[in-house]
Every structure is written in C-alpha cells, then in structure tokens.
C-alpha cells in the first residue's frame, strides 16, 4: 500500500538563526489554533533531539508515524509549514546577505 509519507532533504543555512521547536510550534498554534501543535508534536520532537528548527534534518516523518503514532497526514503538514519557514528564512538571509 502506497504512503504519503516521503523522505525530505532539508536544507539549513548555517547563516540563519532558527527558532526553537517551541516557539516554532507556537507561531503555528496561533495561526491555527484547533490543530494542538505543541500538544501533537512538541514532546516527539523533543525526545528525538529537535531543539531547535534546524535539528529538523534529524528525523524523517515516517519516524514521527511510526515511533510515535502521529497521524501522517498531519505529520505531512507540519513538514509543508517547516519547509516553507526555512525556503522564507534562506530567501531573507541570501537577500540581507546582498545588502
């Protein structure tokens, strides 16, 4: 059976200061309240090692389904909202850097 969840390649810039998985979480519970983000997804990602955005590239989101039961879709979405943080934080960082 074909799953959704695929192996990303995320890519960091050693340029940018991320934010904690905290506050990352946070912004995203704020923005969409009903979906529990810190309830969800702060105790997994914190006992695989995220502590900050960018720890991100240490775990894959079958691992996030797997070891801890988190629904692949959602797991899927989260990724969208890391993926499109860091393309943001990378296109102002390469724009400040031009500056």
Sequence with gaps: MPSILTNLELETDPNVSYPSINDFLA???KAEPRRGWI???LRPLTSLGVR???DIEI?????LTV????CPLMVMDFF???ISYLDEAGH???QSSRL
């Design 27 to 29: 912004k995203l519970d």
């Design 39 to 41: 309830e969800k997804f």
């Design 52 to 54: 900050t955005l960018d």
């Design 59 to 63: 775990i894959s989101p079958e691992c």
């Design 67 to 70: 070891f801890h039961r988190l």
């Design 80 to 82: 969208v909202h890391i």
């Design 92 to 94: 102002l960082a390469h």
